[in-house]
């Protein structure tokens, strides 16, 4: 897993064969390469072989409640903004086996977990990304009980962080302190630049492992006009048009009566679409399944949204029975109750809950109607 | 890379050595692990019980702590996973995860009196640290027992509260909110057994557990009597689906339930009884 990078790392110009010659390499290492690719009318982050399938020229229209690819006027393999799911999807994925069970003549066998999958290499983490991963890998491993799968698989995984060199409407990570720059949890870090007719990435190690990896790709040192256009490029990014008062919404837990919560539960459809998109959101159900002679169980993990009705059931009736109730739990846990329980928010500022919700509901506007920061 | 941590999800199998029905939907289960061992727990504790096949509910221990060669649940079949512990028997197997969750700390009640206010089904997470305290009685000013039931067929444990009143140095009093056939005791609300008093209110320490709107009731009852917020302590009940901090189900304000919980200090929850659907 990556560390805290070191700060005198050499910046390296890779060309397009560069970074070609970097992917090969992790797939040679035996590594499970995931990267932008284009699917469904949307960049998504799955398997990659090859730069090929790196989405060259798409970029993505992203604002409240929208969601549209477009052609770019250049040939950027990282100009799409952020894929509608985060690294979530790998690193803790939707479905999970947590075990077998084989029933005997006398009660049952549990059985051991299958072998672990082979190692990630994430290509193209964003920088409020390396931020949520850095929140579940909390959640998921800080405390008493940890999650051995997710730990696992981080601390295997080979990270090759891409910055922003421009924000979308709905991102917000300035607010957050997430990015748009990248500091820290990359193995390889990659600036997308266009230098005259010349398109290619500042790369930089922040681990040994990433370091040994650039040395052996032979790329010549970066030169002064790309590394600073690679800055230019990252303060672009940091122009955005969202905000959220960050220390404010810290607030939002002394707020569980607020006329908001009614007015924001009349658009709400409750569908949790927000809770699939946001990188941090880790909450799981289990779903239990038998052979038809029910000689073999399995148990699986499956992500859950707070949304839905079943999640707070307790005998009797669930405990959150309207949409303002699973709202407030929503927002309230993210950027403010997040913070009693692991020391920051929850939410990285990504933008994704705005993007994705079908009524265009905006994280950043419902926290400051309620935490009394209203803008026009 | 770190050294891989045990897998909290993983259950381990126990066997059902005996089953005794409580109450016409309440049973309890002695368990013992199938590989041998024992199984230590903290009163106020819980465990996720798995049935092969069908799924996991959390169920609070309710022996007696002392006793690490049995582990004792009792149950009340109100739903599928419950149903399914039901119609298990002696012999059968299960799976145990475990234990978790906060304890009633009885050890900071020495010196004080300790009043236990149980509401239905609620006295069988009370009941480990009831053993606890008869063990060190001689630690404890009085020590009271106040307990309520829907019905006198719905009082848990009946013959051991029979047998706890008959004790020279233990208080019991039970009361039903409703009495059919002969029953001749207390008719009421358990909060009104709180308010006849009995005990010190400067000095005393209570543990609550029941339905939750009992649980409110019962400390603004104590509180009322001059108890200490800081003093009494109540066990919440959410929806589990881990019970190791994981899930994010059983989340009440700041709070993991199966983490933070499920004995809480009633004056760090205080405001939170108050929020409606939390």
Redo the contacts between chains.
Sequence with gaps: ?AQPNSKNAIPYLLDMDGLGALISALVRQGRQVIGPSLADDAVIYDDIDSIADLPAGWGADQSAGHYRLKRRDDQALFGYGLAPQGWKRQLYPPRQK??A?R?QD?????EP?PPPPPPLALIGVRACELAAIDRQAK??GD???????Y??RL??AFIVAVQCAEAQATCFCAAMGTGPEVSHGYDIKLTEIFVQKHHGFVAEAGTPQGAKLLKALKAPAAGAAEIKAAGLAVKNAARQDKHLDAEAARKL?AQ??HPRWDKVAERCLSCGNCTMVCPTC?????E???DLK?DN?E?W?KW?S?FTMD??????GA????T??RYR?WIT?KLS?WV??FGEQGCVGCGRCTTWCPVGIDITEEAAAITGQERI | MNAPLPDPMVPVPFRIEKVRRDLSDTFTMELVPEAGGEFAFQPGQFNMLYVFGVGEVPISISGDPADRSVLVHTTRSVGQVTEALDALKPGDSLGVRGPFGTSWPVESAFGHDLVFVAGGVGLAPLRPAIYQAMANRERFGRVIVLYGARTPEDILYKKELERWRGRFDLDVLVTVDRATGRWGGNVGVVTNLVARGGFDPLNTTSFVCGPEVMMRYAAQALEKKGVDTGRIWVSVERNMKCGCGLCGHCQWGPHFTCKDGPVFRYDRVADLFQIREL
């Excluded at chain 1, 006398?106 to 549990?110: E, I, L, R």
């Excluded at chain 1, 405390?143 to 799968?149: E, L, N, Q, T």
């Excluded at chain 1, 405990?319 to 309207?322: A, G, Q």
């Design positions: 897993m947590l075990f069970a029933r006398s009660g049952f066998a549990v977990p959640v998921f405390r008493s009980y940890a999650d051995p799968g730990q696992s601390a295997n837990s569980p009566d880790f909450c799981t159900t289990v239990d399944v038998t029910g169980a148990r993990r859950d707070c999640f707070s059931y307790i005998h009797g405990v959150r029975t309207e303002r109730s739990q846990h109750t009693d329980q």
